[in-house]
């Protein structure tokens, strides 16, 4: 059966997801029937979701989960000859990459100077001290952290054409944007195939084509922060990115009993505790939304509104440390609250 909603499920938590399925069904509504058809891959270290409506649903499906593939290989950090990977091992030489690299990287430094640098792709080897390449993880020092620092710099990345250089000792990863674009190539892969009705959801990241078969929106649930097996709200979109950054996404309990989590301040090189716990970016193009959600995250509260403030062509969700949900002013009306936290709207003004 058609589920009225999508979950955003976390990575490793999306139980109800078969691993490689692939399905299809027919479904009634209420200006005629129409066949959707799914599937469920785990690629990108994260269960995905692919559903299509309509006669040419199955051949796009196909094409679309070919496509995820072969991102994945171009765009993985540790696959070795991926893009990235021949970027961050090139030792101060140009290399010559995709396409789709080089509008990632464009688009990082475009969000990167609308946040003052709080989305900064070089952060890796910070990461990597961390123990989140490996899980492998540790505290590291300020000192540790401060040497690291010193080579991360974005403004330093160097594009021309479709040459990319990197100084020495410089590494870059695209976790923060990867999927947002990967969604948006879904999206367009249908699109070709004829198809005006589709939904995906990346580990909880879900963009949506066109609307429901019926004419209705897209019922969209947001996660609970405090209890991330439970939404917190429902969203209605039509042809839109929804598209989360947390800091239950990915984290991991030091041996002084604090959470420490996936997305870092370039500032001092620590997980970014800048008084929200998540945000959701509601925008229409996925590769935009999740520069934004991971930027908007390490700028935290209410820093964030001022950006939303300079260029509100997006609407967003924060979740603050102190349990108080905040909302654009776009989404009055396709906002709903389920969670006991209160809610208060953002507006322009
Ligand atoms: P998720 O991958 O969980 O959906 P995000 O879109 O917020 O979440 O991306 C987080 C990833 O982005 C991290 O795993 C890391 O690879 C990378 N990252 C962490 N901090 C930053 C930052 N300040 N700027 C850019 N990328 C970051
Ligand atoms: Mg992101």
């Not at 990235?84 to 789709?100: C, L, M, N, Q, Y």
């Not at 649930?221 to 990115?241: H, I, L, N, Q, W």
Request: glycine letters at 8%; aromatic letters at 8%.
């Amino acid at each position: 059966m058609f589920r009225n909603y999508i979950k955003m499920a976390a990575c490793g938590t999306a139980a109800a997801i078969l691993l490689t399925g692939c399905g299809k069904e027919s479904s009634s509504s209420g200006s005629g029937s129409e066949s959707s058809s799914n599937r469920d891959i785990f690629a990108m270290d994260t269960f995905m979701t692919l559903k299509a409506y309509g006669d040419n649903a199955d051949e796009a499906l196909d094409d679309a989960v070919e496509r995820v593939y072969s991102l994945e290989e171009t765009l993985s950090v540790t696959a070795e000859n991926s893009d990235i990977w021949r970027i961050d091992h090139a030792s101060g030489k140009a290399t010559e990459v995709s396409d789709d690299t080089i509008t990632i990287l464009k688009k990082a430094e475009e969000i990167s100077e609308e946040t003052s640098g709080a989305l900064n792709i070089c952060l890796y080897p910070v990461l990597s001290a961390w123990g989140f390449t490996t899980g492998e993880y540790r505290i590291p020092s300020d000192e540790e952290l401060d040497g690291l620092l010193k080579n991360t710099d974005s403004s330093r990345i160097s594009v021309s054409g479709n040459t990319v250089t990197l100084p020495e000792d410089y590494q870059i990863d695209l976790g923060a944007l990867a999927k947002g674009y990967t969604s948006d190539t879904i999206v367009e892969v249908m699109r070709e195939h004829g198809v005006d009705s589709a939904i995906v959801s990346l580990g909880g990241n879900v963009q949506a084509l066109g609307k429901k078969p019926d004419g209705s929106l897209w019922k969209v649930a947001v996660r609970d922060p405090f209890a991330p097996d439970t939404d917190m709200c429902v969203v209605e979109v039509g042809e839109k990115a929804v598209i989360t950054s947390g800091n239950y996404e990915r984290f991991f309990t030091g041996e002084d009993g604090k959470n420490y989590w996936h997305i870092m301040d370039g500032k001092d090189g620590h997980p970014a505790d800048n008084g929200v716990v998540s945000v959701t970016i509601i925008g229409d193009s996925g590769l935009e939304s999740d520069a934004l959600s991971t930027a908007l995250f390490v700028k935290g509260y209410p820093e964030a509104c001022d950006v939303w403030r300079n260029d509100p062509d997006f609407d967003m969700i924060l979740v603050t440390d102190d349990k108080k949900i905040y909302y654009t002013e776009g989404l009055e009306g396709s906002f709903q609250n389920i969670s006991s936290m209160p809610a208060e709207v953002i507006s322009l003004a």
